[in-house]
Nanobody
Framework: QVQLVESGGGLAQPGGSLRLSCAAS????????MNWYRQAPGKQRELVAA???????NYADSVKGRFTISRDDANNTVNLHMNSLKPEDTAVYYC??????????????WGQGTQVTVSS
């Protein structure tokens, strides 16, 4: 019923920029937190950035000052603007929303992931 679809991944050079987007579709009553996680090969999945329904943001120390998370509630969308990219940013990036469906169910929903590769 509810699905999250990510877009915007790809190849960037060190120092470059990418914008990731994630849009939810389906019968949604309310979206609370919107988050971006990433997982590099051989590493644990880690939280990159989060934004609350009130607009408060939180970032991993490794991306603070370089990445910006924003939300567009009219379109059930979260964006991650990534600037000054580094090779260590290479990972599969996943969006996840904590939301309440129109039928009252609340829980976490995950996108399928989008590959970000930073290499010269």
């Amino acid at each position: 019923q509810v699905q999250l679809v990510e877009s915007g991944g790809g190849l960037a050079q060190p120092g470059g920029s990418l914008r990731l987007s994630c849009a939810a579709s389906g019968s949604i009553f309310s979206i609370y937190t919107m988050n971006w996680y990433r997982q590099a090969p051989g590493k644990q999945r880690e939280l990159v950035a989060a934004i609350s329904s009130g607009g408060s943001t939180n970032y991993a120390d490794s991306v603070k000052g370089r990445f910006t998370i924003s939300r567009d509630d009219a379109n059930n969308t979260v964006n991650l603007h990534m600037n000054s990219l580094k090779p260590e940013d290479t990972a599969v990036y996943y969006c996840t929303f904590y939301l309440v469906r129109s039928d009252g169910y609340g829980g976490d929903y995950w996108g399928q992931g989008t590959q970000v590769t930073v290499s010269s």
